[in-house]
């Protein structure tokens, strides 16, 4: 049983805003380590694109789930649950302290909360919706989604089809919206848990984006996105700075298109993750472009810890 007297320190926001680096300090600060909530940053075959933390980054403090699956794995959010529960029982025997850092809201949501037990989906609907996605195309899944559960139509990836098919195939084999199998109950866990997150002006985040953007390309993006060609049919290929690429590599834009596109693509999958976070009442917000900002997420914590 872990004691209550550990704590979990989230350190949630959009893409690009600075999290790695404020996940670092904290994990300084408080002599522990730092696990990755980011579901594209588990992959070992994909670094560039997922904007993975630096080798200095990595050195700095230790991370986990950061290049500890391969693609070829099946690993969804409740492996990562499971896993992540069974290290934090592991780390908290060592540490008072542990950071939990990423954007992506569903995976700091299962661990925090865990989830309701979904439905189990008929084999058949999900191969009707698969050959819908062949014959119709993403756009057509996302139209019947905003009809069936416009709630999760607002919160997903809506560049991710295999997001989109679950939760069709869950609404279709039970009649509910997938959105209120994930609201029902909060599972009590056993160590208290901070959450703070960092946001930026709108322009100067959508800034950063393109200027991330760019810099990925600089730093081989193409070459990275051309060796994963022959496993592109594969779930966790289908996100944003990969899908774009392929359409370029299949002829079907120019490079210049496929890279706005890209940037695109991440400033809207920011403004989704920003709605995420901002339904959840317990964060608590700081400027990302604040000079004191770890001193006063600090203060944030020590504050809640001394509650």
């Known amino acids: 049983m872990i004691s209550p007297t550990k704590t979990l320190i989230v350190v949630a926001g959009p893409t690009a805003v600075g999290k790695t680096a404020a996940a670092i300090e904290l994990a300084k600060h408080y002599h522990t380590v730092v696990i990755s909530a980011d579901s594209r940053q588990f992959f070992r075959e ?8 630096s080798q200095q980054e990595l050195a700095a403090v230790k991370h986990y789930f950061i290049d500890s699956h391969s693609i070829t794995e ?5 492996n990562f649950e499971k896993q992540g529960l069974a290290l934090l029982d592991e780390l908290f025997k060592t540490h008072d302290q542990v950071v939990l850092a990423g954007g992506s809201g569903l995976y700091i949501k299962a661990i925090c ?6 439905p189990t989906a008929d084999a058949a609907i999900r ?3 698969n050959q819908e996605l062949e014959e119709k195309g993403i756009s057509y899944l996302q139209q019947k989604l905003l009809l069936a559960d416009p709630a999760y139509y607002n919160e997903v990836d809506l560049g991710n089809p295999q997001r989109i098919i679950r939760a069709l ?3 279709e084999s039970s009649g509910k919206p997938f959105s209120s199998f994930r609201q029902a109950t909060v599972n009590k866990r056993p160590f208290n848990i901070i959450k703070l997150a960092l946001n930026l002006p709108r322009e100067v985040l959508y800034n950063r984006i393109n200027d991330r953007v760019d810099l990925m390309v600089q730093q081989g993006l193409l070459a990275e996105v051309e060796a994963l ?3 592109r049919h594969l779930n966790a290929l289908n996100t944003v700075g990969y899908a774009e690429l392929f359409d370029y590599f299949d002829d ?3 490079l210049e298109k496929a890279i706005e596109m890209i940037k695109q ?3 809207r999958f920011a403004k989704r993750q920003l709605t995420w976070f901002r339904k959840d009442s317990s964060f608590h917000w700081f400027q990302a472009s604040d000079p004191d900002l770890i001193g006063q997420m600090i203060d944030a914590v020590e504050g809640q810890l001394q509650k």
């Open 46 to 53: 994909m670094s560039i694109g997922t904007a993975k933390p």
């Open 74 to 78: 099946p690993f969804s959010v409740g």
């Open 113 to 118: 909360e865990g989830f309701d037990d979904l």
């Open 127 to 129: 191969e009707r919706l």
């Open 169 to 171: 195939e869950v609404f």
């Open 229 to 231: 060609l022959p496993s």
């Open 252 to 254: 079907k834009t120019s």
């Open 265 to 267: 693509n991440t400033r």
